[in-house]
């Protein structure tokens, strides 16, 4: 078999097997039927070594 016809029966391979992955996710019904839920953009107030920032940053260990 050529090089060329290898080529051609791979991509009539990549085009099938794409439109059935596309067909099979139109027939399905989505899982949830409720919206996701938005996202939190907050950053965390996290320092390197996990400790949380926002209670004023002192610790007993620091005495």
């Known amino acids: 078999m050529s090089t060329p016809a290898r080529l051609a029966a791979f991509a009539v391979g ?33 320092n390197d070594d996990g400790h949380d920032e926002s209670d004023g940053g002192g610790t007993e260990h620091d005495q």
Not at 32 to 40: G, I, K, T, V, Y
């Open 14 to 46: 990549l085009v099938v097997a794409f439109g059935a992955a596309w067909g099979v996710g139109d027939a399905v019904v989505p899982i949830l039927d409720e919206p996701a839920p938005a996202q939190d953009h907050r950053q965390d107030q996290r």
